[in-house]
């Protein structure tokens, strides 16, 4: 059975969260070995704050590409039908033929780094024409009156109907952005993607 894809539990959880929700998206519940959630969890969030917190300043690129080269590694040592492939700068796009749109079209997931007031961690789970399905671990409701006024664009759509999949709908245009407003994934020099594969 595949699980409901998972909310994050603080404010800076998001890291670990989409990663392990990426396995949910790929694996039903009875094939995902409890070390690999051990691990995730153990490994991310692993940077401090400016007054010396640990954590609170969520999961650094290092601990992403060193998670992504684990689980590979998990793969080969113990026949896990996983492969990740970590992409930073340049390489991180949402257009036709590129290797993230290529993976979600072959049913892939992708943790994807954007933006959401700070750095924030996302999954991709799909594509519906121009716009991109994804899970957003960060809880929001709609009909929140305090929401956000940057969710009030036709570029971002709530879903609620796809709990094991996606929660927002959201335009490839913003997702490639070079600012740094709500799901945009700023400068070159900021992005970090990992595409992880279902393979075998």
Not at 30 to 39: A, G, H, N, Q
Request: aromatic share 12%; glycine share 6%; hydrophobic share 35%.
């Amino acid at each position: 059975m595949k699980n409901l894809l998972n909310y994050q539990t603080s404010e800076y959880d998001c890291g670990p969260v989409s990663l392990l929700n990426g396995i949910r998206f790929l694996f039903e519940r009875e094939e995902i070995y409890p070390d690999i959630v051990k691990f995730i969890m153990l490994y991310c969030m692993d940077t401090y704050n400016e007054h010396g917190e640990l954590c609170k300043r969520g999961t650094s690129a290092a601990a992403v590409h060193y998670v992504a080269n684990w689980l590979n590694h998990f793969a080969d040592t113990r026949h896990f039908p996983i492969h990740c492939e970590y992409l930073s700068g340049e390489a991180v796009s949402i257009e036709p033929g590129s290797p993230i749109c290529t993976a979600l079209a072959a049913g892939g997931a992708v943790l994807l780094r954007v933006y959401l007031e700070c750095a924030h961690y996302i999954l991709l789970t799909g594509l519906d024409g121009d716009r991109v399905l994804l899970f957003d671990p960060y809880y929001e409701e709609e009909d929140d009156p305090n929401l956000d006024e940057e969710y009030q664009t036709d570029e971002i759509r709530f879903l609620h109907d796809m709990p094991k999949r996606a929660n927002r709908s959201v335009h490839r245009d913003r997702l490639n952005r070079l600012g740094k407003d709500y799901y945009e994934m700023g400068p070159f020099t900021d992005r970090e993607a990992v595409i992880m594969h279902r393979v075998g």
